[in-house]
């Protein structure tokens, strides 16, 4: 079975120039059980869960999936939406 693909979008097709993209990833972590002054750079929680996604409403759609997930509700896994890397496109 073949499958059919979608036609490829020109980011900034409106706009003349570079065009900004900006990369999301969705993190699952556990929660500690110690939650004094929690400080990512220096002790990050673990990670169960890294994905990458390219646009924000994906990784909206991502996170929302892991917000249904039993340990997430429960408040033992916590998830996280953090932008990464900003990179120009050129024409």
Known sequence: MRTAQLPRQRYGATEPGAVALTRFLVVLTDVRSQD???DERAS???RRQVVGASSREAAERIAGAFMALGMV????QR???IAIGRRRLRR
């Open 36 to 38: 004094r002054g929690r």
């Open 79 to 81: 998830v996280k939406l």
């Open 73 to 76: 509700r429960a408040g033992r």
């Open 44 to 46: 990050p929680e673990r």
